[in-house]
Nanobody, 128 residues
Framework: VQLQAYGGGLVQAGGSLRLSCAASGRTSSANTIGWFRQAPGKEREFVAAISWSGTNTYVADSVKGRFTISRDNAKSTAYLQMNSPKPEDTAVYYC??????????????????????WGQGTQVTVSS
């Protein structure tokens, strides 16, 4: 599975931005999709995850109520809708895919080791 994250850029605080994660190759292995981010000098941080069906999601408290994760399996693409971003959301955003199905979206979704495939990141800069 190859993952390509795109859609990043410069956005004003309070605006909106949508990131996309396109999967190619053996997309049947991209069951659970997650978004992570990494700011300069900081560790990689979990943002959100979504099950294969799209029914279940798990979102970090730091972005809950502002960011929404979704997916369109027909397009092999997942999305991260960023509403009301803040300067502290500035980071490189990565998407990742796990082969496993998770009936319960819990803390395991926040662990990078859960994911089998990673894409290159896309830079998001939020100006104040």
């Amino acid at each position: 599975v190859q993952l390509q994250a795109y859609g990043g850029g410069l956005v004003q605080a309070g605006g909106s931005l949508r990131l996309s994660c396109a999967a190619s190759g053996r997309t049947s292995s991209a069951n659970t999709i997650g978004w992570f981010r990494q700011a300069p000098g900081k560790e990689r941080e979990f943002v959100a995850a979504i099950s294969w069906s799209g029914t279940n999601t798990y979102v970090a408290d730091s972005v809950k109520g502002r960011f929404t994760i979704s997916r369109d399996n027909a397009k092999s693409t997942a999305y991260l809708q960023m509403n009301s971003p803040k300067p502290e959301d500035t980071a490189v955003y990565y998407c990742a895919a796990a082969r496993g199905y998770y009936a319960q979206m819990g803390s395991a979704m926040a662990q990078p080791s859960t994911y089998d495939y990673w894409g290159q990141g896309t830079q998001v800069t939020v100006s104040s």
